[in-house]
């Protein structure tokens, strides 16, 4: 069992920076290196994408990025406080969703459908 907290979410305006926390709590015999975590969003009257804005496999950090927010947002991770970082930077208005934290023992992709424990989401909203 695998419970999931976001938070940092809030409201930037365009340019701005926001950094997403996702702190793991693990119940089982594995450790948060054996996870995969991704970050995946819902857009306003859209349904959440299947594919990840970001995703890592802790274990050998095998890293996707989704193509729109490559070179703007970075992962990053702190075995120790068994948390995984989303740095979001030069927020477009376009970004505005609810972000997801999931993670999925052993996963090696960034798909939404491959992931098992879900957070409750964090919202984030950048004003034009």
């Known amino acids: 069992e695998v419970q999931l907290v976001e938070s940092g979410g809030g409201l930037v305006q365009t340019g701005g920076s926001l950094r997403l926390s996702c702190t793991a709590s693990i119940a089982s015999a594995y450790a948060f290196k054996d996870y995969a975590i991704g970050w995946f969003r819902q857009a306003p009257g859209r349904e959440r994408e299947r594919e990840g804005v970001?995703?890592?496999?802790?274990?050998?950090?095998?890293?996707h990025y989704m193509a729109s927010v490559e070179g703007r947002f970075a992962l990053s991770y702190d075995t120790a406080k068994n948390t995984v970082y989303l740095q979001m930077d030069s927020l477009e208005p376009g970004d505005t969703a609810v972000y997801y934290c999931?993670?999925?023992?052993?996963?090696?992709?960034?798909?939404?459908?491959?992931?098992?424990?879900w957070g409750q989401g964090t919202q984030v909203t950048v004003s034009a």
């Open positions: 970001s995703c890592i496999g802790i274990a050998d950090e095998a890293t």
């Open positions: 999931a993670a999925e023992l052993w996963g090696s992709n960034c798909d939404s459908t491959e992931y098992t424990y």
